[in-house]
């Protein structure tokens, strides 16, 4: 092991906690003139550059708010990028640190926005500033952010995932819990799985990936089910009665759905996550058992190894 390629590699990354990209990728090149194989050095400068690219791109956007989100919109497009095989293996402490560099540099966009108090009452604002503090590490202004986020979206799947990962970040896992159960509920296709930190969330999402074989969009709709059955999701609420009643309303909509369009990939797992809720709630409420015996009996019919893993 080259001991002054690894101290210029460690350099990069030092210099990219601190927005220094310039003296990041200086020190890559420095590192590249010694090793020109290095496949660390390599792959650093790839995915520096890549950023470097898109972040050359924020004069076109006169508004600090168009800038930070631009930058934001871009983790997509770059996961995309890191997925292509000629990219190779991925090296975790150079994404960490792109990862402190990159936020960073939206969150002075925002900040700018957010400035003295005047756009404090913004939940897209708060949301963006509050996802920024988790991306650089500050866990404890992340939460204020999103926490303030949320009471303005008390029913966004985005926000409340987002806050559910920093509170099990922060070892809060009763509420993380909660909220990662709520939001999944909400709006599962709105919420960004590989934005999300945790060890909690992040386990159950690749165990899904490996164990049943879910890709795509059907992934966030199936995580929910299989945390249920494994005991993830494990901490519930009581419904309000409002609540109980948009949720009949909503099964009765996904049945005919699922009855008249047995191809939709997604409505399954959104009507079985759904009857869940509702058996929590007779349960919790101690409804007739028959109403419970009614309800898995629906789930049996439309995905009995469901059934069988949820029975047992």
């Not at 002054?4 to 420095?30: F, G, M, P």
């Not at 806050?163 to 509420?175: H, I, M, P, Q, R």
């Not at 997604?266 to 009507?271: D, G, H, N």
Request: aromatic content about 12%; glycine content about 4%.
């Amino acid at each position: 092991m080259n001991t002054e390629v690894q101290a210029l590699i460690q350099k990069a990354y030092d210099s990219l906690k601190i927005s220094d990209a310039d003296a990041a990728r200086e020190a890559l090149n420095t590192a590249l003139r010694i090793d020109y194989e290095h496949p660390e050095v390599m792959y650093a400068l790839t995915c520096l550059n890549w950023w470097l690219d898109r972040i050359q791109r924020l004069p076109e956007f006169h508004d600090s708010y168009d800038q930070g989100g631009f930058i934001l919109d871009q983790w997509k497009s770059y996961y995309t990028f890191l997925d292509r095989p000629e990219i190779g293996e991925k090296y975790d402490r150079c994404q960490y640190a792109l990862r402190r560099f990159v936020y960073s540099t939206a969150l002075q966009s925002f900040e700018s926005v957010l400035g003295d108090g005047v756009n404090q009452f913004d939940p897209g604002l708060l949301l963006q500033v509050g996802r920024c503090y988790k991306g650089v590490g500050n866990y404890d202004l992340a939460i204020k952010y999103l926490e303030q986020a949320a009471r303005f979206k008390r029913e966004d799947g985005e926000t409340l995932s987002e806050l559910a990962d920093v509170n099990a970040l922060l070892g809060e896992t009763k509420v993380a819990k909660v909220l990662f159960r709520e939001a999944f509920f909400l709006d599962p296709q709105g919420i960004d799985l590989r934005s999300l930190e945790s060890e909690m969330i992040v386990r159950l999402r690749d165990r899904v990936r490996e164990e049943c074989k879910y890709e795509g969009v059907e992934l966030a709709e199936w995580i929910p089910i299989y945390a249920c059955l494994w005991g993830v999701f494990s901490v519930k609420r009581e419904l309000k009665l409002t609540e109980l009643g948009r949720l009949r309303q909503s099964i009765t909509t996904m049945e005919n759905e699922l009855r008249s369009n047995q191809e939709e990939s997604l409505f399954k797992p959104r009507l079985i996550n759904q009857y869940f809720w509702l058996i929590d709630h007779y349960e919790n409420s101690r409804e007739d058992p028959s109403l419970i015996e009614e309800t898995m009996l629906k789930i049996k019919l439309i995905a009995p190894a469901i059934y069988e893993r949820y029975r047992n």
